[in-house]
């Protein structure tokens, strides 16, 4: 796991050397010995070179393209949207936006997602950290137990649980509330949070915790106060992790979040695309989903190597 | 001392650990159960009726296609996200004009083409699958026949999602738009963590950049590709949020695009078939494990250090 950090963190720093190699004079001095390489594969690295950037922009279209058409499309009228696809807007039609932030409740939806994911990421952080800290660092019997139950989490379908899950919920009066929600969205996130928290905190060292025992600190006190601030990276991507997860989540709130006007984000638009669909109301359907695309999309620019760090630190090791 | 050490584990165990058996733990546990019983979901009554609802899903003709898609999606996804995650990643990392000093480069601009390759993955999915849904319209105001008819292709308008035969794959190519990125992202920290000698050594051995990627990268890449084709067989033997939303029916035409999840979700809250749907559940659970057993077992070598 400390190559996770090591290997994520700083994980376009090699890109750039790569591209200015002057600030690598070590590589000069190796220039000798592979020039006759050099010569007989220059034409092939050129070639190489044009070809490998056809492909990427080929790609890079693809991603683009139906994302600028969604933004495009939401500021036309629906007459032009059904007259041609790709033509420009005659004038911007930003009252389609405003449409659907009111009308269609996207405002509200938007409310109600940052209400269930600003509780259960808080959540999320605070009791997996513990979990993962205890697990990590304390021996006791049945420490395997706990960690093996936690991380067989992560390889379960939901979906298979989501039958039972529904009437335990309705039992304990949780359907449709944000705290049922909240409650459902930690425990789901515990599986991951766990496994990668806990081989974070081994990695941390033990001289700084059993100095501040030493000193007379408590565990409680040693853990918020020395732990989680050594414990800052790994808690900022797992962070990342959850968030995205949690902000993005559709599967759970569409079984157990059905209350009127309780819809988070990606379920109400969802619903807005339907009952929009009907209507042909396209203008306001890709209002309401350009408007949902926003936060996530702002996050990410601002954030976007920590993004891409914190969404692949699971997968490398 | 050590009382409070057992007090202060307890403490901080109990709530995260209470959580997780009441919400995540039981429920699981209760659907391997109930898949022994008639239980309709509607009402608390049920009986033990033991395996006939694994015998009635033998019989379940849509049970059998759902299977059949899901196991489609399972052979293709991965092997197209990863095949194109890895030849996108390599091209980033070495496909660059070689430049004074460096034996390999990377092509300029590689960190944008990451940022924007990686973006779909931000998504929720159920942003992507309502976007694709009026893409694929076939309709005026879809963009992709839209598209067919400004280049002059007015002769080709498919119906896309309405068709049985095309619109499996158009599920797929959703998946695969959005999920290349980060394999992508994955892979070039992968290789950038590669020791350049290596491929110092080998080009000066003669050996042209193809070779190397089949002989140094892949192998070095391993344990990374095995990982990412867990995390894509899971992702294929989901896609629930994508079948449901964008999918007409929704399942597709013929049930086309039926998938497991999908089944389950309908016989549960639309059939009154909660017996029945855990039973599919637990399939898709032996799908999943048997899964996992085969790229684990696959993927076994010796792990290369460097």
């Not at chain 1, 796991?1 to 790569?18: F, H, I, L, N, R």
């Not at chain 2, 002989?215 to 067989?233: A, E, F, K, S």
């Amino acid at each position: 796991m400390t190559d996770t950090q090591t290997g994520a963190v700083p994980e376009g720093e090699p890109v750039t050397t790569q591209l200015v190699p002057p600030e690598l004079p070590g590589i000069d001095k190796r220039d000798a010995p592979s020039a006759p390489g050099k010569r007989q594969s220059g034409s092939e690295g050129r070639v190489l070179n044009v070809f490998s950037h056809a492909f990427l922009v080929v790609w890079g279209l693809l991603v683009t393209l139906p994302v600028l058409w969604a933004i495009m499309t939401s500021l036309k009228t629906d007459s032009e949207i059904l007259k041609s696809p790709w033509a420009l807007p005659d004038e911007l039609k930003w009252n389609n936006w405003s449409r659907a932030w009111q009308d269609a409740n996207m405002g509200d939806y938007f409310m109600n997602s940052v209400i269930v994911v600003g509780g259960s990421l808080v959540g999320t952080m605070l009791l997996g950290a513990m979990a993962a800290y205890v697990i990590a660092r304390f021996e006791f019997p049945g420490n395997r137990f706990i960690y093996y139950l936690f991380i067989s989490g992560m390889s379960f379908p939901i979906i298979l649980a989501l039958v039972p899950l529904f009437f335990v919920m309705d039992n304990m009066g949780l359907l449709n509330t944000y705290h049922g929600l909240i409650l459902v969205y930690i425990g789901y996130s515990l599986p991951f949070t766990v496994f990668f928290l806990t081989s974070f905190f081994r990695t941390l060292p033990t001289s700084v915790a059993e100095a501040a025992i030493l000193d007379g600190a408590s565990h409680t006190r040693t853990f918020f106060q020395v732990m989680l601030p050594m414990a800052k990276p790994g808690l900022i991507s797992v962070g990342i992790f959850n968030f995205l997860g949690q902000w993005n989540q559709y599967l759970l709130p569409t079984v157990l979040n059905t209350g009127e006007g309780k819809q988070v984000l990606p379920q109400g638009l969802v619903e807005l695309a339907a009952t929009q669909g009907y209507d042909g109301d396209w203008s306001g359907l890709f209002a309401g989903l350009v408007l949902a695309t926003l936060p996530v999309l702002a996050v990410y620019i601002v954030f976007q190597r920590q993004v891409q760090a914190g969404l692949t630190a699971g997968a490398l090791k | 001392m050590q009382h409070g050490k057992y007090r202060f584990i307890v403490g901080f165990l109990a709530l995260p650990l209470a959580i997780y058996a009441v919400f995540v733990i039981s429920p699981f546990v209760q659907a391997i159960y109930y898949s022994f019983t008639d239980w309709t979901g509607l009402s608390s009554d049920y009986s033990w009726v033991g395996l006939e609802n694994y015998d009635r899903l033998l019989d379940d003709e849509i049970f059998w296609k759902a299977l059949r898609n899901n196991l489609l999606l399972l052979l293709v996804l991965p092997l197209v996200t990863l095949g194109l995650g890895l030849f996108f990643a390599f091209m980033l990392n070495v496909g660059g004009k070689r430049r004074r000093g460096a034996v390999i480069a990377g092509v300029r601009g590689s960190g944008f083409y990451k940022v924007v390759y990686f973006f779909p993955q931000v998504l929720s999915i159920a942003i992507v699958a309502v976007l694709f849904r009026y893409a694929y319209e076939p309709t005026e105001g879809g963009a992709l026949n839209g598209f067919l008819r400004a280049i002059g292709l007015d002769s080709v308008q498919p119906l896309w999602l309405g068709d049985p035969d095309l619109a499996l794959w158009c599920v797929m190519a959703v998946m695969v738009w959005c999920n290349v990125g980060f394999y992508v992202v994955l892979f070039s920290a992968g290789m950038s963590s590669i020791p350049r000698d290596f491929y110092e050594a080998a080009l000066l051995d003669g050996a042209n950049r193809f070779t190397t990627f089949f002989r140094i990268t892949l192998p070095l890449l391993w344990d990374t590709v095995q990982t990412g084709w867990i995390y894509m067989g899971i992702i294929a033997l989901d896609s629930f949020a994508v079948v449901q939303i964008m999918t007409i029916g929704p399942g597709g035409p013929d049930y086309s695009t039926e998938v497991l999840s999908f089944y389950l979700y309908t016989k549960s809250f639309r059939d009154g078939q909660a017996g029945q749907a855990t039973a599919l559940g637990v399939a898709l659970l032996i799908v999943t494990l048997i899964f996992a057993g085969i790229v684990m077992r696959l993927g076994r070598r010796e792990r290369l250090e460097f």
